[in-house]
Nanobody
Framework: QVQLVESGGGSVQAGGSLRLSCAASGYTYSTHCMGWFRQAPGKEREGVAV???????SAADSAKGRFAIFKDNARNTLYLHMNSLKPEDTAMYYC????????????????????WGQGTQVTVSS
């Protein structure tokens, strides 16, 4: 059974930084794509950044230059380093993973990700 558990959210002021973590268990696909999505109140869940088993990454325009995604394979942990945070980054952030295909297939498409964590809240104040 695949489990994804996020941590690291919190409240910061604009311009601050946070590091989100996602601990994965039971996720054994050798070919895969993992990533971060976020959902603000009243808005649809959107892709933020993804990374796959080949080390390929992709990020939403809103994240480029400010957010970085990393994966520690030894620890089965996915990270999202967020810098220069803005109030519009306020959202629930979710870790997600695909059922066996890489990010060239999944991209930032929510429907391509079968496994989801419970989310961690990020609040950025101005």
């Amino acid at each position: 059974q695949v489990q994804l558990v996020e941590s690291g959210g919190g409240s910061v002021q604009a311009g601050g930084s946070l590091r989100l973590s996602c601990a994965a268990s039971g996720y054994t696909y050798s070919t895969h794509c993992m990533g971060w999505f976020r959902q603000a109140p009243g808005k649809e869940r959107e892709g933020v950044a993804v990374i796959d088993s080949g080390g390929r990454t992709s990020a939403a325009d809103s994240a480029k230059g400010r957010f970085a995604i990393f994966k520690d394979n030894a620890r089965n942990t996915l990270y999202l380093h967020m810098n220069s945070l803005k109030p519009e980054d306020t959202a629930m952030y979710y870790c997600a993973a695909t059922p066996g295909y890489d990010c060239r297939v999944a991209g930032l498409l929510r429907a391509r990700f079968a496994y989801w964590g419970q989310g961690t809240q990020v609040t950025v104040s101005s």
